[in-house]
């Protein structure tokens, strides 16, 4: 059973993923020969291309990517936590207002970033609302705010989603055991809720961590690319990929999946004793049938 | 733990796989015979409809090698990316196929368009620049531009020639006129930018590339050209949310009565004479060369050619489709139908043509006076570098003199 599986893995994860990183070590379609053609094939570059890692375009793009992750992630945990509450709710009007508050995350991205362009234009509807005259689209600090804005708006929803999924396993019973020991809300939540929506929210965490470690089409389309203040890696590997920069763009893909892996492994052994415990018991399980 | 590492890196390397490129290693070109038989056409969107009524003509006379459109993506770079990829993968999907006329010396360096033996006579001069590499033909101009200058006729009598004018004209007429400004352009950091700095260096009379192809940008014009930008925004001459401008969203504020000048290319003259209320100038604009410092100045040439893919098996069809496309019958039909400016003289002239579009006798001057921009193998690293320098010197991140050297520093080792 586990061999075709083996066969379609190899094919379209591993085959891209070695053939980047072989294509890190090459150079190709820069040389001209004297009739002006660029001469075919390529040749051995060490590590030349790996050469752009220590220099400031790309550690700028290592920062805003990590700045963007470090606190779209956050505001997204404690917004969608408190979506999830209240689409918990029995109310009137409940289906229709969890319906709405999942309206951002089925806007595709590159919608929601012209959206947001169109509402952080010079004369959009942030600066008439604020009073301001701001530039958010141009590049600078305002650029960051805008993306961060437009970041949290389309995909706060998701950990709502994902923490609701979560939350309506609780057991109802167990929040009536605590209304008659007396509990407040505030220890409700803290004691109850939180430790048992707690790998729900580490799912939603982790699958926003790697997806918001890669953030591209909304500072793409909301400002711009080649923008300083907001280009983030995979906005840097786009750019060199498009000039034909093979070499370089594989270098940077290359450092960027090592960083996302080495995020992912901490955040897993830091925070994920549990977090896929159910899963190897369950792989367990089926080792043992077999 | 092993299982957990790997779901980590299955989940990982399915993120990765999308942004490494992964073109295997190429094998030798094919050579291809003369063939003959049905072509593709791979097309960017402008004026799909009368395009394709050339095209349909075409079928009617050649029902065996019938040609079909394929529309490619609306944005520039899109198209760029996409044809460059079917050419590293030496895919046949397109026979015929447009480019841009600065991408005609990578598609020919690289060998992904044929050398092509036709007649360009009729032509307008200076779009047939755009088509050649070191001499040799490798593509047809098809469509071509050039910047304008937008004005206001119920303002100004007499459009300005020289940027000091310009200047003058709007001490007289901005006082009266509230929350308008005085000129802009495209002056995000894209190519626009790089359009509307090279515009600004030769009608200042210099050139970004010397003729033996060596950078001069820390000439005085071009020293003149940046401060010309650089002054403008700093004196408010040119509005600073003019910084995120690209050719719609300064159409629209031109159309809302909020800039005096504007310079953008002729695509803008049908839209701003709408009367349907969109356009709050219809009737009140007009255009005219743009001005330069000591004279008119010169716009940057823009425009898309049509070349036959070194990849194509029905060459001798893709061929005849080109010069098919691009002779003086079928543009006069085309020119008919679309306002889009194309690149044969006699449109320019036709008073027929005219008297429907009042802007071509502006727009042929402008044409024969525009400069390409610098064709170059590694344009993308170009006009990267380009932007990156303009657009420093107009948000003034860095003064103009360190701003162009630094740029022709960048240049130099681009263009060998």
């Known amino acids: 059973m586990l061999s075709p599986t083996m066969v379609v893995l190899a094919l379209v994860v591993f085959y891209p993923l070695v053939a980047a990183m072989r294509e890190s070590f090459y150079e190709s379609g820069q040389r001209l020969d004297a009739d002006g053609f660029v001469v075919e094939g390529e040749w051995f570059a060490g590590l030349a291309n790996y050469a752009g890692v220590v220099e400031q375009r790309f550690l700028n793009a290592a920062l805003n990517t990590t700045l963007f992750t470090v606190v779209t992630v956050a505001l997204e945990v404690v917004l969608g936590m ?157 750019d060199e990929a498009t000039r034909v920069h093979y070499g370089p763009a594989s270098a940077y893909g290359t450092a960027l999946f090592c960083y996302i892996a080495m995020i992912t492994f901490v955040f897993v052994k830091l925070l994920g004793a549990d977090l896929l415990s159910d899963v190897r018991s369950r792989g367990k399980e089926a080792r043992d049938v077999a | 733990m092993k299982a957990t590492h790997i779901a980590a890196a299955l989940v990982l390397g399915a993120g990765l796989a999308g942004c490494g490129s992964t073109t295997p290693a190429s094998a030798p070109a094919e050579q291809e015979g003369g063939g003959r038989g049905p072509i593709t056409f791979l097309g960017g969107k402008f004026e799909a409809e009368s395009v394709q009524k050339i095209v349909d003509a075409w079928n009617a006379a050649h029902p065996d090698e019938k040609a079909t459109v394929v529309l490619l993506p609306e944005s520039a770079d899109e198209q760029r990316r996409k044809l460059i990829q079917s050419a590293q993968t030496k895919s046949d999907t397109g026979d015929v196929i447009l480019i841009d006329a600065v991408w005609t010396s990578e598609f020919a360096a690289n060998r992904w368009v044929d050398e092509l033996k036709l007649d360009t006579t009729g032509f307008l001069p200076t779009t047939i620049e755009t088509v050649k590499y070191r001499d040799k033909l490798y593509a047809m101009p098809l469509f071509t531009g050039t910047g304008l200058l937008y004005y206001r006729t119920d303002l100004v009598k007499e459009p300005p020639k020289t940027w000091d004018e310009m200047k003058r004209i709007c001490a007289d ?65 040119i509005p600073k949310e003019a910084i995120t401008y690209k050719e719609e969203e300064g159409r629209v504020a031109f159309q809302e009565g909020k800039l005096l000048f504007y310079r953008n290319w002729a695509y803008g003259y049908e839209a701003a004479q709408k009367t349907d209320g969109s356009s709050e100038v219809a009737g009140k604009f007009d255009v005219a060369p743009i001005p330069g410092l000591n004279g008119p100045g010169a716009g940057t040439l823009g425009g898309n050619n049509l070349a036959v893919s070194a990849f194509s098996k029905h060459e001798q069809t893709a061929r005849d489709f080109v010069a098919f496309m691009t002779s003086a019958a079928q543009i006069k039909a085309f020119a008919q139908t679309s306002s889009m400016p194309v690149a044969r003289t006699a449109i320019y002239e036709d008073p027929e043509l005219v008297k429907k579009y009042p802007y071509l006798p502006a727009l042929k001057e402008g044409i024969l006076a525009a400069v390409p921009r610098p064709a170059a193998v590694r344009y993308g690293d170009v006009t990267a570098a380009i932007q990156e ?21 960048a240049l130099g080792p681009l263009l060998t």
């Not at chain 2, 948000?395 to 520093?409: F, I």
């Open chain 2, 389 to 409: 320098s303009a657009y420093a010197i107009v948000t003034g991140d860095k003064p103009v003199d360190q701003a162009l050297t630094e740029l022709q520093s």
């Open chain 1, 82 to 238: 408190a979506m999830a509450l209240v689409m918990r709710r029995a109310f009137r009007g409940r289906a229709v207002l969890r319906a709405s508050i999942l309206i951002p995350w089925a806007v595709p991205t590159a919608v929601a970033g012209l959206m947001w362009k169109w509402i952080f234009q010079a004369d959009g509807v942030a600066n008439t609302l604020l009073g301001t005259d701001i530039l958010w689209t141009a590049d600078g600090p305002w650029a960051k705010l805008a993306v961060i804005v437009a970041d949290t708006w389309k995909t706060a929803p998701f950990v709502g989603l994902l923490v609701l999924a979560g939350l309506q396993i609780i057991p109802s019973s167990v929040y009536e055991a605590a209304k008659v020991d007396g509990s407040t809300p505030w220890q409700t939540f803290w004691r109850i809720t939180l430790p048992l929506v707690k790998p729900a929210l580490l799912v939603a965490v982790l699958f926003r961590l790697m997806d918001a470690l890669r953030i591209f089409d909304l500072p793409y389309v909301l400002v711009g690319p080649r923008k300083q203040s907001v280009e983030t890696l995979s906005g840097l590997i786009w």
């Open chain 2, 173 to 237: 007429v901005l006082p009266g006129q509230k929350g308008m400004s005085c000129y802009a352009g495209q002056f995000d950091k894209y190519e626009g930018l790089t359009v509307n700095f090279a515009e600004a260096v030769s009608s200042a009379g210099g050139r970004l590339l010397d003729d033996a192809g060596k950078p001069q940008v820390t000439s005085e014009a071009a020293k003149q050209a940046a401060r010309f930008l650089a002054d403008g925004f700093t004196s408010g001459m």
